[in-house]
């Protein structure tokens, strides 16, 4: 069995690691831990849980965490890598924060306006997108659990990006979920409820991730990237534009890239939300308009499991060598 501890419980992606880790045949959650309701146990927290669950949330505790085989980092950022510092080389880390994501520490400054706590620690972590780096995941001690967003336009736009002249546009929307189980006015029921707008158009921090990982397959690429907020609870629905350099079977390019992929499905028609909600699928419809000579992929994540919890069981699952898809199976959330 696969000892697990994790850290962070009492936020979103924690409960949906939780969630995954209850029904994966391979796991023994030995330890949760947060910065606030410890003492408590899970239930009194996500009441779901009654006569499910019922261990005691604990302070953090580093000594106990090295004696896991695994650790999940449900934190924010800063905070993560102050841990994963202590614990880097003792047990294995999957961190969902973004601080191991961005491989410059000076980019990092940049996009999240602090220095890092760790740069020594940033060559050293694998980036957990399984498509693009599963080999690499396999030996890794420090996984960088990808962003949601990023996730999904990444996905997108791999399969063809030798192909793409010029600028990546993706207008990608996302459920509130995305922004944390934080109280913010601009996520209050009134605030969001009927209403749909963008946001962060100076620059998502997700830009400097996106193109990374593109760049190490087209490095003329650039990304023009707009966040919206959708009135839903949970997933991501990014439209993704790219001008391509010849014509090409597109859908069976993505097809032959991703076949070996059983959480990439490349669908015939324009998916929605609910194709994916509540599962660890990313589904791609993929359309060549030839009158603009332009390729259009449309792309769908559970932003709280493909774009978070999920991926970062799948990474587990290719770092102890089992099935990719364990404890990660079911059907969307419909309706």
């Known amino acids: 069995m696969i000892r697990v501890g994790i850290v962070g419980i009492t936020g979103f992606t924690g409960l949906e690691l ?28 996500y009441p779901q849980f009654l006569g499910v669950f019922d261990k005691v949330i604990e302070p953090i505790d580093v000594d106990r965490l090295q004696r896991v085989d695994v650790v999940f980092l449900a934190l924010p950022h800063t905070v993560s890598a102050g841990l994963a510092k202590e614990l880097y080389g003792k047990t ?5 924060s973004a601080d191991f994501r961005l491989k410059d520490s000076e980019v990092y400054k940049t ?11 940033l060559h050293k972590a694998v980036y957990g997108l399984v498509e693009l780096n599963r080999d690499s995941i396999k030996d890794s001690i420090l996984v960088a659990n990808p962003g949601c967003y ?3 336009v990444i996905l997108a736009v791999a399969p063809v990006a030798k192909y793409v002249n010029g600028t990546v546009i993706s207008d990608s929307k996302s459920g509130v979920s995305g922004a944390g ?9 009134c605030e969001v409820n009927e209403n749909f707008k963008a946001y962060a158009i100076n620059g998502h921090r997700h830009i400097p ?3 990374q990982e593109l760049k190490k397959i087209n490095n003329d690429i650039q990304v023009e990237f707009i966040p919206h907020l959708l009135p839903v ?10 001008k391509v350099a010849e014509e090409l079977d597109f859908k069976r390019v993505y097809e032959e890239f991703y076949k070996s992929d059983y959480f990439v499905r490349v669908v015939n028609n324009p998916p929605s939300l609910n194709n994916v909600r509540g599962t660890n699928f990313c589904d791609l419809y993929v359309h060549f308009d030839g009158r603009t000579s332009t390729l259009i992929v449309i792309s769908v994540i559970d932003n709280l ?23 990660l199976g079911g059907y969307s959330y419909y309706p």
């Open 150 to 152: 990023a996730t999904s």
């Open 92 to 96: 294995r880390i999957i961190d969902l």
């Open 181 to 189: 189980r934080g109280l913010k006015e601009g996520l209050q029921f």
């Open 305 to 327: 499991i493909k774009g978070a919890s999920g991926q970062a069981v799948q990474n587990m699952n290719v770092m102890f060598g089992i099935d990719e898809k364990e404890g």
């Open 209 to 211: 991730e996106i193109e």
């Open 111 to 121: 996009w999240y306006k602090v220095g890092h706590p760790a740069p020594e620690l």
């Open 233 to 242: 609870q949970r997933g991501i629905l990014s439209t993704v534009y790219m």
């Open 18 to 45: 939780i969630k995954i880790l209850l029904n994966h045949k391979e796991v023994e959650i030995e330890h949760i831990c947060s910065r606030s309701e410890t003492d408590k146990r899970l239930f009194e927290v």
